[in-house]
């Protein structure tokens, strides 16, 4: 048993959810308590859907475990099929289903319907919602392409249908994911430029028939390794299509991708890099963009964002990565090798207790992560932009705001430099500190909601009357409140306080390093220069 | 002011219900939670369950109210159910844990969810072994808010009965109040307000701010049921002794006026009292409800299953808005305890026990109400089809009862109509 008040990911039934809801002609029969039809409102109210996920819930009983709860899923399957004529039908069961093993995928088998059905086993106590996603469009596809595979030694004839373009699939945007909309539209573009057409985008908005066309494009473009990775691989042993390993998030990666399918193609990758045309890379250079080099950041996503962000982070925003890591315990590796590069130790968790605990160990000036990460930023009193699923209601914008290819650039500088304090504004918070009406406590004058740091999060404290929240501003006591026994002094605590909060935790953090690594076990308002001497702003 | 209520000429009590069995559209009991917690500010809840558990109740919260909260969810996990680990001493480990980073909690309710009520996890005796581990300063209570046994509210009433053996007895048989189920404080105050003016008294509620400073109950308890969904608790109130107070539920003036006269009228009160008592609240009611009852009047409604809190609703929605009532449908039709408000709810009226979302789903499209009451996972599919909703779970988080209030629960139902006047997309 494991103790969560948050999660990062739902059960893999909601991963299969995903993709059956981003689909048309497709109906999901779940045998599931009545309680699980919750995660209809997953997409109806956070991303506005303007239909009902097409998901049949079986919703037993108590009183019916006793009896017949096969009876049940029959009922519900030929109920489903006849009210909602799905081109391919999906069978499964949620947790509590799983555990009175009625095998709906044998029951929906003996009705012999006259369409393919596809049989999902989704263990709910070892997996979770993006493996769901990951295993239910690997299966769907499976399902509706296996009558095409070549036999053993031959070699699969594509269907070209005259296509004189090279073609590639788009594999893995959902329902629910962040920004896969507009990366669909993005990727589209740049492969345009490219020569390159698009033949099928799936799950996202395709039919049963278009999984049938897979196998005729020439390669598979893996967009979300997350939910793709594992169709991909066997399209490639299956069918012999190539898939990329790139995701374009970035203008380097951008390049990379645009390389990548180049070669996978065989074709000129010149029109594709110089359809990268982005603002991002001049205004990253431009002076005002000076005050960004160094900041501290702390990077935590799904495995793909997170080592896209890092990259970006690093290279292209100038910002120091100070920590890097994933929920997706299946993409550990991913994120050890970009964990590498960057020198900093990789974090592979999903209690979000343990993240808290790292980001604010790292003393991060800015955090790019999810929507839990903005609230634990929030907490510490640290800005945040978020840049990976778990998604909310905020992370399905009105406007056009992709990840992905040069827009997604743009997207990324401005999201991420918004939260930040102007590097004029910094400047004037240090100079001036005890203007009543200017302190550092408002958070950036450019930001309407005045409480970003720790003010609100003080304020929400009490009137939640939760736990005592950690922030900078609360009060600290005088005494060892450091690791070991660094004992900070009253005037260097003061002088400590006249810092903006934004740098506090790391002059905090450097100052108790500079004290341990000098042997000083009280920090006086000297130590507290020597560390700013000795590390710089770093 | 002495007359009983203007009824309905024929109540809706023999109107025939349409029962239905099919895909239920609605939460589990776990999600009681959310507002229990909040109420209780001593207590923990620990659900013992899924993946699926910890997940709903991120999701249920809509925005995560990210201090942390006052639950969580024991995950079971595949090497608890291989029976790798003894799951009693799993549970034991994590309260274990809990408890270190939490010295402050009184109370810890072990919440039993389907996955634990099908493999048969047994919450009482965990109870009783965590006692002996934790006791005294950390009291142990359970209740199930599974979804194969309880729909959203009725978490609340499992949780409230798991409360009532511990209720002290009461001293001698004086007269007392309780009031059951969850109130605002804001709601309580007023309520206790007036009750003060008309010397009725001693007044409790349950839940109280403390799980651990429980009313008594014994002879001379008389209850006012303050949600329509405290079924079970109050029968087992019942049990030890208690009296309850027949009434409808005090949702509008008309709810709120006839749920004081009758705690009144059992403590022998005076008409004339409580005419001057609730004469100001109740203008007050009909000022704040009048804007709202010019849009609403004659505009059809039609409410989806969800809080057990519709009957009420819906005859707050008639007799007082003067909405035409399409269909009203409740999870669970406790007729018992719904007389009152039976009465009072027109003959032909039709009424919904149980669900069938598909079915329900083409009656209300046939029908294309003015406004139609739903959860939020059918509310956007059915804005999208030309239809005005009302989430319902809002009347269940919100504070909507008692005079004070019977505007801001009039505007509840207004807003999606008074959004439509506003908007012009043509």
């Known amino acids: 048993m494991k103790l969560t008040v948050w999660t990062y990911e739902g059960p893999p039934h909601v991963g299969a959810m995903r993709v059956v809801t981003g689909m048309k002609g497709v109906h999901y029969v779940l045998h599931a308590p009545q309680g699980d039809t919750y995660a209809d409102l997953l997409f109806t109210m956070i991303e506005r859907r303007d239909h009902r996920p097409p998901v049949t819930y079986t919703t037993f009983q108590a009183r019916d475990l006793g009896g017949d709860t096969a009876n049940i899923v029959t009922t519900a399957i030929t109920d489903a099929y006849e009210r909602f004529k799905p081109d391919t039908l999906i069978v499964g069961a949620s947790c509590t289903a799983e555990l009175i093993q009625d095998n709906p995928g044998g029951l929906a088998e003996r009705l012999d319907l006259p369409v393919p059905v596809v049989s999902l086993e989704l263990p709910a106590y070892q997996r979770k919602e993006n493996w769901g996603a990951a295993e239910t469009f690997y299966q769907m596809v499976r399902t509706l392409t296996l009558h095409r595979a070549p036999e053993r030694g031959e070699t699969f004839e594509r269907q070209r249908d005259g296509a004189s373009r090279p073609t590639v699939n788009l594999l893995g945007p959902t329902a629910l994911g962040f920004r896969h909309r507009d990366d669909v539209t993005e990727v589209t573009r740049l492969l345009d430029r490219m020569g390159v057409d698009v033949s099928v985008v799936a799950p996202w908005e395709s039919s049963p028939h278009d999984l049938v066309r897979i196998p005729d494009a020439d390669a598979n473009v893996v967009m979300y390794p997350e939910t793709a990775d594992t169709v991909a691989r066997w399209l490639e042993r299956t069918f012999d299509q190539p898939y990329t390993k790139v995701v374009p998030i970035g203008i380097g990666a951008t390049r990379d991708f645009v390389n990548e399918v180049a070669e996978l193609l065989d074709i000129d990758p010149e029109p594709g890099l110089s359809a990268i045309q982005s603002n991002m890379p001049w205004w990253s250079k431009s002076i005002d963009s000076t005050y960004l080099t160094a900041k501290r950041v702390f990077v935590f996503g799904d495995a793909s964002h997170a080592v896209a962000a890092a990259r970006v982070a690093a290279e292209e925003m100038g910002f120091e990565v100070v920590g890097l890591g994933t929920y997706q315990r299946e993409f550990a590796r991913d994120i050890r090798k970009a964990a590498k590069v960057h020198g900093v130790e990789p974090l592979i968790s999903d209690d979000h207790l343990e993240v808290e605990e790292a980001i604010e160990a790292a003393a991060p000036e800015l955090v790019l992560g999810t929507q839990m990460e903005r609230h634990i930023a929030k907490r510490l009193g640290v800005f945040c932009a978020v840049i990976s699923a778990p998604v909310h209601v905020q992370d399905f914008p009105a406007r056009y705001s992709p990840q992905m290819g040069p827009e997604g650039a743009n997207v990324l500088f401005d999201t991420w430099v918004h939260p930040l304090v102007m590097g004029l504004e910094e400047h004037l918070l240090g100079l001036f500190q005890d203007d009543f009406e200017f302190t550092d406590g408002v958070g950036p004058s450019h930001l309407h909601t005045g409480t970003v740091s720790h003010a609100g999060t003080a304020q929400e404290g009490q009137a939640t009357g939760e736990d005592t929240l950690r922030t900078p501003d609360v009060p600290e006591p005088v005494v060892a409140r450091a690791s070991g026994d660094i004992e900070w002094l009253d005037a260097a605590e003061k002088e400590l306080k006249r810092i903006p909060f934004f740098v506090r935790g790391k002059a905090r953090r450097n100052t108790e390093k500079y004290a341990l690594e000098q042997g000083v076990d009280a920090i006086s308002v000297d130590v507290l220069y020597e560390a700013k001497a000795h590390y710089g702003n770093r | ?426």
């Open chain 2, 1 to 426: 002011m002495s007359t009983p209520l203007p009824m309905a000429e024929a109540g809706a009590c023999d109107a025939p219900v349409l029962k239905e069995r099919g895909q239920h559209e609605v939460f589990c009991g776990l999600t009681g939670i959310l507002w229990l917690h909040r109420k209780m500010q001593d207590a923990f809840f620990l659900i013992v369950g899924s993946r699926t558990c910890a997940h709903l109740m991120q999701s249920a919260a809509g925005v995560m109210i990210f201090a942390q909260p006052r639950f969580g969810t024991a995950v079971i996990e595949e090497k608890d159910l291989a029976g790798m680990a003894d799951m009693n001493e799993e549970l034991d480990r994590v309260v274990g844990r809990l408890l270190a980073r939490r010295p402050e909690l009184k109370t810890v309710f072990l919440v039993g969810s389907c996955p634990s009520e099908v493999i048969k996890l047994d919450l009482n005796r965990a109870s009783e072994r965590l006692t002996g581990i934790h006791g005294p300063d950390v009291r142990f209570a359970h209740y199930s808010g599974s979804g194969i046994e309880t729909t959203f509210t009725q978490g609340e009433d499992a949780c409230l009965n798991s409360l009532v053996p511990s209720l002290p007895k009461k001293d001698g048989d004086t007269p007392d109040l309780l009031v059951v189920g969850t109130l605002a404080e804001v709601v309580e105050q007023q309520m206790l307000r007036i009750f003060d003016q008309i010397g009725l008294g001693p007044v409790r509620f349950l839940p109280g701010k403390s799980s651990r400073e429980l009313p008594p109950v014994g002879e001379g308890t008389r209850i006012l049921m303050a949600q329509p969904w405290v079924d079970e608790t109050v029968r087992s109130l019942q049990s030890r002794g208690a009296e309850l107070i027949p009434a409808p539920f005090p949702y509008g003036a008309e709810g709120t006026e006839a749920w004081i006269r009758a705690a009144a009228r059992r403590w022998g009160i005076d008409d004339a009292t409580v005419d001057e008592a609730v004469e100001g609240p109740r203008a007050r009611a009909h000022t704040a409800m009048a804007r709202h009852r010019e849009a609403l009047e004659g505009k059809s409604v039609f409410l989806f299953p969800d809080s057990q809190g519709e009957l009420p609703m819906a005859r707050f929605l008639s007799r007082e808005l003067g909405m035409r009532l399409v269909e009203v449908g409740t999870p669970h039709l406790d007729r018992a305890h719904m007389q009152a408000e039976l009465e009072l709810l027109g003959p032909d009226v039709r009424l919904a026990e149980g669900q069938d979302v598909d079915k329900q789903l083409d009656r209300c499209r046939a029908e294309r109400p003015d406004l139609t009451v739903c959860g939020m996972g059918l509310a956007n599919p059915l804005e999208a089809e030309g239809l005005r909703t009302k989430w319902s779970i809002e009347l269940v988080f919100t504070p909507v009862q008692g005079f004070e209030q019977a505007g801001d629960l009039a505007e509840l139902f207004n807003r999606p109509l008074d959004r439509q006047r506003r908007l012009r997309f043509s």
